[in-house]
């Protein structure tokens, strides 16, 4: 039976309640944590680096012998803030879209908007760059254009999302870079938003997990911890490093939704469903 219990969390502002919580709880889950980016939290899992962890939920189907083991997510009822698709065109006029490289629920989410309600069939590109146009990486393959990103339209010869068609470039965003760059764009559609008026549900991106046994203890703690956390919001960000950020508790708490409640399982379910029509793209890393 296996005792160790290593727990790997998504490095996102929107964890930091739950990291909060698992840190105050001290003993043996503060030591097993890992935080990174959630496609390297589902890479956690598959490898086996970890055996319990906050997943993106389209990886929850990939990987054998994965169980839910707490009602808390990352989810949101409302919109989610964090999760967009930023352009400086409307979503109908897109023909490039770039997807953020961190993300697995998202991109497939927005594979499958783009099919179900924006009618649109755009090329799909992975984005690995996010310096946005700064630095010396500006206008490399898989960087958002210093000229579009700041909205005068998409720089010739960048060789950056301008290559074909009429060269209107959209990004899926997800995370603490949304908060970064967001002022860069003409339009920002919430994905969480998007998600609601075409089902009427709202969304889970993240859940936890375990794989193999976990003693139900550790699974309780977890839990405890879990609950803390959510609790106490403010006390959260105050502990962490996002103090100094006016806008990190009303995120917290009007945008993230952190219960798995049964409107959310519904949807997880029906998005494994629409998600099987849609491969998700090749992505690096
Ligand atoms: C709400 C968010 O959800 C995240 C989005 C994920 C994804 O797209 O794979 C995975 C985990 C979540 O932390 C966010 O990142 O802002």
Not at 32 to 47: K, Q, S, W
Not at 64 to 74: N, R, V
Not at 153 to 181: M, R, W
Not at 213 to 238: C, D, F, K, M, N
Request: aromatic share 10%; proline share 7%; net charge negative.
């Amino acid at each position: 039976m296996m005792t160790r219990t290593r727990i790997v969390a998504v490095s996102y502002l929107n964890t930091i309640p739950y990291i909060y919580g698992i840190t105050r709880a001290g003993g043996s889950l503060r030591e097993g944590l890992l935080l990174c980016p959630p496609r390297l939290c589902a890479e956690a899992l598959r490898t086996g680096e970890a055996n319990v962890g906050l997943i993106p939920v389209a990886a929850i189907p990939e990987i054998p012998d994965l169980q839910i083991i707490t009602p808390f997510c990352i989810g949101a009822s409302g919109p989610v803030r964090t999760v967009v698709l930023a352009s400086d065109y409307p979503v109908e006029e897109l023909d490039t879209i770039w997807l953020d490289s961190h993300s697995r629920t998202s991109v497939r989410l927005a594979r499958i908007l783009a099919a179900e309600k924006w009618g649109i069939a755009p090329q799909w590109r992975p984005l690995t760059d996010y310096s946005f146009g700064t630095g010396a990486a500006a206008g490399t393959h898989g960087t958002i254009p210093a000229a579009e990103a700041t909205g005068t339209g998409g720089a010739a010869g960048t060789g950056t999302g301008t290559e074909s068609g009429t060269g209107k470039s959209g990004y899926i965003l997800i995370g603490d870079k949304v908060f970064d760059h967001e002022a860069r764009f003409r339009y920002l559609y919430d994905l969480s938003d998007e998600w609601r008026a075409m089902t009427g549900l709202p969304f889970a991106f993240a859940a936890w997990v375990a794989r193999g046994e976990v003693p139900q203890e550790r699974v309780s703690q977890l839990e405890e911890a879990l609950r803390y956390g959510t609790a106490h919001i403010p006390e959260a960000v105050a502990w962490s490093g996002y103090a100094a950020r006016p806008y990190a508790c009303d995120y917290l708490i009007r945008n993230i939704d952190f219960v798995l409640d049964a409107p959310k399982r519904r949807a997880m379910e029906l998005y494994w469903q629409l998600g099987r029509r849609y491969d998700p793209p090749s992505t690096p890393g």
